[in-house]
Nanobody, 118 residues
Framework: QEQLDESGGGLVQAGDSLRLSCNDP????????MGWFRQAPGKEREFVAS????????YYADSVKGRFTISRDNAKNTVYLQMNSLKPEDTDIYYC???????????WGQGTQVTVSS
């Protein structure tokens, strides 16, 4: 069964950086739009960033623009989220998402915790 494997979360101080990685060991990674979402306990999951199959277009939530960068390496079946200038309000569980809109298929990772202390 295909699954997404996230890594890179942790505990950092405000102003620090982290890079999240999400690997898809399946063979169709380059066909997927990839994204990152985050969710705090008791809140709805919210969009963070996404990237098209060919990396030509990227999209960001207003709250992370200028601080976070999404990228992908199709040869490694991996998508990244570089997070700079982290703030305590960035503390959440971060989820990787794969989406193939043509057939309505999508897949979520299990999440990785990011905690930013003030």
């Amino acid at each position: 069964q295909e699954q997404l494997d996230e890594s890179g979360g942790g505990l950092v101080q405000a102003g620090d950086s982290l890079r999240l990685s999400c690997n898809d060991p399946g063979r169709a990674f380059s066909n997927y739009i990839m994204g990152w979402f985050r969710q705090a306990p008791g809140k709805e999951r919210e969009f963070v960033a996404s990237i098209t199959r060919d990396s030509v277009r990227t999209y960001y939530a207003d709250s992370v623009k200028g601080r976070f960068t999404i990228s992908r390496d199709n040869a490694k079946n991996t998508v990244y989220l570089q997070m700079n200038s982290l703030k305590p309000e960035d503390t959440d569980i971060y989820y990787c998402h794969a989406w193939q809109p043509a057939c309505g298929w999508d897949l979520w990772g299990q999440g990785t915790q990011v905690t930013v202390s003030s």
